[in-house]
């Protein structure tokens, strides 16, 4: 199943990548958070994803480029969605009944 593009927000300084974030609001109830900062040092990009459950990060995820940092958070954003339509369908085949 595919899910709505997540919509990015660069900070680029000094015409170097420094830092996106996404943020993804669901009826107030649910919010999903992800950042990407750049690492100098290491030349990594670090993802941090915050939000409840399985979806928050306490250790960041390094990436090789800022790509694939956000393929990965499609990722962990599309899983968390199929989790949520999961449950939603469970419910509404229970009041079927």
């Not at 199943?1 to 609001?25: G, P, T, Y």
Request: hydrophobic share 35%; net charge negative.
């Amino acid at each position: 199943m595919q899910f709505k593009e997540l919509e990015w927000k660069d900070v680029i300084s000094d015409d170097v990548f420094a830092c996106s974030c996404c943020e993804i609001n669901l009826c107030g109830w649910i919010k999903i958070e992800f950042r990407i900062n750049h690492e100098s040092k290491e030349n990594k990009y670090l993802l941090y994803a915050f939000g409840k459950g399985s979806l928050r990060r306490l250790q960041p995820e390094k990436y090789d480029s800022v790509e694939l940092a956000k393929n990965a958070a499609y990722r962990i954003y599309s899983n968390e969605m199929m989790r949520i339509k999961k449950s939603v369908d469970y419910l509404v085949a229970e009041d079927s009944y």
